[in-house]
C-alpha cells in the first residue's frame, strides 16, 4: 500500500468518477461503415435523451452530424433493433426513424425525405437489417396489424421511394442477415420460427431473385446458422455452431461442398439480439477478417485456403461483432481496458489502427480504474464457472479487512460480459467496491454446451453461479462475506430477485426492470421473446413457474432490495417490478422501488442514469454498513 493512501471505510473512498460523468459517457457508438478514407458510425447521444444520431467524417477529417435533432436514428425492429442506417453508392444514407419507423433518403444537402410507405397504426411498419443494391433497399420489415398480429419478411423498395415494397421473401416468423450474391441474382437470409430463438436453430435460406425460387442450404431445428457472406457467384460463406463452437464454414449456392475454413474451439460470433451486424467480412484480396475467441474476442485475418489464421497486433482487448470493409480496410468498434470502446479503421495490409470516436470522451487518472482478471471458479457439480474480477482501485485510499462487492449479473440471459472499460464499474470501485461480473452458465462466449446450460434451467444455473461466485469470493479472501451484494438487469435482473429469494447470501439486491413473473411476462412481452421462456423454463404451467419465478417465492427474501423501473417499457413492463416491490412491501422487507418517466429497456437519458447510479450506490452505502 501507498504511504499516501488514507485509510477509509470502503464505499466512501473520494473518487473523481461522478455519476453525472458516467451519465454523460457512453455514447453507444455502433455500426461503423468503411469506403476508403471515408467513415460513418451511429452514435447515442445520452444528453440528448437518448437520441441517436448518424455520424460522418471525410477523406479530409472533417466530421459532422448528419441528423440534427429531433431526428433520432433508430428501428425497434424486435424491439432491441440494430444497424440503424445503410450508405449509399455515392454518399447519402437510408435510414429508420425512431418516431414513426419509417426509411427515410438523406442526401447531401438536403432534407430527410421518407421512402417507405405510411403505416395504417402508428410505428406499424418496421424496417432492418438494411443493404442497398442497383437503386433499391433490401430490408426486413415487421408488420403490425391493427388486429394486433404481426409479420415479417423480407422486401425491396427504390431508393427514391414513389413505389410500394415488393415482397421478397416471407411465411417465417423472423429474418435476419441479408446478403445479396455479386451479380444480384440470388439473395440469401436466415430465418425461424417461434419458439426457437436465433441462438437455438436458424436455416440458411437462398432464394433466386428473378422468380423466386427458394431453397434451404443449411441449418434446422438444432444448428444454429448465422451472417451468410457471398464469397462469388456460386459460394457462400457462413458461421454454423454444428461442431459445438460458432465458426467459419463455406457452402456452395446448392448446399454442397459444406467445409469447415478453421476449425476453433472457439466462438467466431455472438447471439443476434440484434440485427446489421457482422463477425467477420471477406476483403478483395481472398482474405477474411474475422473475430475469435472465447469471451472477449480477438480480430484475425484468415486465409481460407490454408485455414491459417492470423491475429492483427493492435492495441486493443475485444472487438464487438459489427465489422465493415471496402475490400481493404476494416471498420470495427474496439475496446481494452483502459480504453473506450472505440472507432477505428485497421489497416489489413499492415495492422496500422486509426482512431476515429471515443464513446467516453475524457478519462480519469488509470489509478482509478480497475485491473480486470479472467476468473473460473467451481460451481454447483464441479461445473466450471467464467467471471471478470474487478478489484477496488484508488490512489488515495485504502481499507482495512476485506473489501465489500457487488455480483453482476448480466442481461439475456443469453449473452456475455466482457472486459471492456465501463465507467460504471470504476464508480464503484474507485470507492472501495470491487465487482465480479459473472458469465453464468447459460452465457454465450464458451461454446454450446455451456450456452445450453439454461435449457429449462432458468432461475436455478443462473442464480446457483451466481450464489457460488458470492461463496468464492468470500472463500478466497477477496469480499468480506457479510457484504456481497447482487445487482443486474433484465433476464439479469430476474436473477438477482430470484437468487435473493433462494439465498441469505446477499446483502442487498438490485434489479433493474427485471423479470418476475412468468406468465404475465409471456402475455405481455413483444413477439421477439414471447416464446422464448419455453426454452428457458418449459411450457406454461402453473406449478413449474410458481416454483422458479421470483413473485413465487418471495417469501425467501431476507434482504433490502433496489428495484429501477422504466415507465415505457416493451420488454419488461413495469408490472413486474411493481408486483415484486409490493410483495415485498406486505412482507415487510425492505424495498425502494424507482421508476422513470419515458424510459424503456435500458436506460438512455443521462438523468436517469445519473440518478439511477447515485441511488444504487447510496443502497450500498446503507447495506454494507449494517
Request: hydrophobic letters at 35%; glycine letters at 12%; proline letters at 8%.
Amino acid at each position: 500500500m501507498s504511504p499516501e493512501q488514507v485509510v477509509r471505510p470502503y464505499g466512501t473512498w473520494p473518487s473523481p468518477i461522478s455519476t453525472t460523468g458516467v451519465a454523460r459517457s457512453g455514447l453507444r457508438l455502433g455500426f461503423p461503415t468503411v469506403s476508403g478514407a471515408e467513415m460513418w458510425w451511429s452514435e447515442d447521444r445520452p444528453m440528448e435523451g437518448g437520441r441517436t444520431t448518424i455520424m460522418h467524417q471525410d477523406a479530409d477529417g472533417t466530421r459532422r452530424e448528419l441528423l440534427p435533432a429531433p431526428w433520432n436514428a433508430r428501428t425497434r425492429v424486435h424491439e432491441y433493433g440494430g444497424r440503424p442506417y445503410a450508405v449509399l453508392p455515392g454518399g447519402g444514407v437510408v435510414f429508420a426513424n425512431l418516431a414513426d419507423q419509417r426509411l427515410y433518403l438523406l442526401l447531401p444537402g438536403a432534407e430527410p425525405e421518407a421512402i417507405s410507405p405510411e403505416p395504417e397504426s402508428e410505428c406499424g411498419l418496421r424496417y432492418a437489417d438494411m443493404i442497398v443494391h442497383d437503386g433499391h433497399v433490401w430490408c426486413v420489415r415487421e408488420r403490425h396489424h391493427v388486429d394486433g398480429g404481426i409479420s415479417r419478411s423480407i422486401v425491396s423498395m427504390p431508393v427514391h421511394g414513389g413505389a410500394e415494397p415488393r415482397e421478397r421473401a416471407g411465411g417465417s416468423d423472423f429474418y435476419a442477415s441479408l446478403a445479396l450474391s455479386p451479380d444480384g441474382e440470388h439473395l440469401a437470409y436466415i430465418c425461424w420460427d417461434h419458439p426457437r430463438m436465433p441462438w437455438n436453430g436458424t436455416e440458411l435460406r437462398v432464394t433466386r431473385v428473378a422468380d423466386g425460387e427458394t431453397r434451404t442450404i443449411r441449418g434446422g431445428v438444432s444448428e444454429s446458422v448465422l451472417s451468410p457472406r457471398w464469397r462469388d457467384a456460386r459460394t457462400l460463406y457462413l458461421v454454423s455452431d454444428c461442431s459445438g463452437w460458432w465458426n467459419l464454414y463455406r457452402i456452395g449456392v446448392d448446399g454442397s461442398s459444406f467445409q469447415a475454413l478453421c476449425p476453433l474451439q472457439e466462438e467466431c460470433a455472438g447471439p443476434l439480439w440484434q440485427l446489421g451486424g457482422s463477425p467477420y467480412i471477406p476483403l478483395a484480396d481472398g482474405r477474411i477478417a474475422l473475430l475469435h475467441g472465447r469471451g472477449d474476442m480477438r480480430l484475425g485475418v484468415l486465409d481460407p485456403d490454408s485455414g491459417t489464421l492470423t491475429d492483427l497486433d493492435t492495441p486493443y482487448d475485444g472487438w464487438h461483432p459489427s465489422l465493415s470493409s471496402d475490400g481493404h480496410a476494416v471498420a470495427a468498434i474496439a475496446y481494452g481496458a483502459t480504453t473506450p470502446r472505440s472507432v477505428v479503421r485497421v489497416d489489413t495490409a499492415t495492422g496500422q489502427v486509426e482512431e476515429f470516436r471515443r464513446d467516453v470522451g475524457e478519462l480519469p487518472d488509470p489509478a482509478y480504474l480497475p485491473a480486470p482478471r479472467g476468473v473460473e471458479f467451481d460451481g454447483r457439480s464441479g461445473r466450471r464457472v467464467h467471471a471478470i474480477l474487478y478489484p477496488p482501485s484508488n490512489p488515495e485510499a485504502r481499507g482495512e479487512g476485506a473489501p465489500p462487492y457487488v455480483i453482476f449479473a448480466h442481461g439475456g440471459p443469453t449473452s456475455h460480459s466482457v472486459s471492456a472499460l465501463d465507467l460504471e464499474k470504476a464508480f464503484f470501485t474507485s470507492r472501495g467496491i470491487g465487482v465480479l461480473d459473472v458469465n453464468y452458465g447459460g452465457s454465450t462466449g464458451y461454446g454450446r454446451a455451456y450456452r445450453d446450460l439454461l435449457h429449462g434451467q432458468w432461475g436455478v444455473v443462473d442464480v446457483e453461479d451466481s450464489i457460488a461466485a458470492a461463496e468464492w469470493l468470500a472463500a478466497e479472501g477477496l469480499a468480506d462475506g457479510r457484504r456481497i451484494a447482487i445487482r443486474g438487469g433484465s433476464a439479469g435482473g430476474w436473477t438477482v430477485m430470484a437468487a435473493c429469494c433462494s439465498s441469505d447470501v446477499f446483502a442487498g439486491g438490485v434489479s433493474y426492470y427485471g423479470v418476475s413473473a412468468l406468465a404475465s411476462f409471456v402475455t405481455t412481452t413483444h413477439d421477439f421473446e414471447s416464446r422464448y421462456i419455453e426454452w428457458l423454463v418449459g411450457p406454461e404451467d402453473p406449478v413449474l413457474y410458481g416454483s422458479r419465478e421470483p413473485l413465487g417465492r418471495v417469501a425467501g427474501v431476507t434482504c433490502p432490495m433496489l428495484l429501477l423501473q422504466g415507465l415505457s417499457d416493451p420488454v419488461v413492463p413495469p408490472p413486474q417490478s411493481q408486483s415484486f416491490a409490493d410483495a415485498l412491501a406486505e412482507r415487510g422487507v425492505p424495498c425502494t422501488y424507482l421508476t422513470f418517466e419515458g424510459e424503456a429497456h435500458g436506460f438512455r437519458r443521462a438523468e436517469t442514469r445519473s440518478t439511477a447510479l447515485a441511488t444504487e450506490l447510496a443502497f450500498y452505502q446503507q447495506v454494507f454498513r449494517a
